[in-house]
């Protein structure tokens, strides 16, 4: 499934668990995510030059239908398209960094997950910013971690 060049990671049960990790500035209102203010790999985005940039996939993409990134579809609402295609997200989790003054806003998981398991398709997981249960634009100064765990690997499984 993926072709990266994963580190070995310890401490997890069972083979072919890939971990993405990254952040990004949420967006005061409409427009595209800052680039240069997103951290992580795996879903779009590689330094170049010393900056990080959105790139463009390759000819010989293995996910040719899906485009990598994140994205503002909605108030308080992103998608991250990762780049890879994968059998399936065993958890998803985000946090909504705020200024020291706090805030009542936080940043949950949307369901349905979408593009695992799919010939190449590479999955897509929503976020949402919530202010109680209303979607809403982040603040300034604040940012979305998240943390995705993804199976990689048929071993121990039925085969699909």
């Known amino acids: 499934m993926s072709n990266r060049n994963h580190d070995k990671l310890h401490g997890l049960i069972g083979p072919g668990k890939i971990i993405v990790d990254g952040s990004f500035v949420p967006l005061t209102g409409a427009g595209t995510v800052d680039a240069t203010k997103v951290t992580g790999l795996?879903?779009?985005y590689a330094p170049v030059k010393g900056v990080m940039a959105l790139i463009t996939p390759p000819q010989n993409n293995p996910?040719?239908?899906s485009t990598p990134g994140i994205v503002r579809t909605g108030t308080?609402?992103?998608t991250i398209t990762f780049?890879?295609?994968y059998l399936e997200v065993v958890s998803f989790r985000c946090d909504l960094a705020v200024a020291a003054a706090g805030s009542a806003l936080r940043a949950v998981p949307?369901?349905?997950i979408t593009g695992t398991s799919t010939a190449n398709t590479a999955p897509t997981i929503t976020i949402v910013i919530l202010n109680g249960a209303t979607p809403t634009d982040a603040a300034a100064s604040q940012r979305v971690?998240?943390?995705a765990v993804f199976r990689?690997?048929?071993t121990r499984y039925q085969k699909p």
């Open 42 to 44: 795996g879903f779009g």
């Open 83 to 85: 780049e890879d295609p």
């Open 152 to 154: 990689d690997s048929t």
């Open 145 to 147: 971690h998240f943390h």
């Open 76 to 78: 308080g609402l992103y």
């Open 110 to 112: 949307v369901e349905p």
């Open 63 to 65: 996910i040719p239908l």
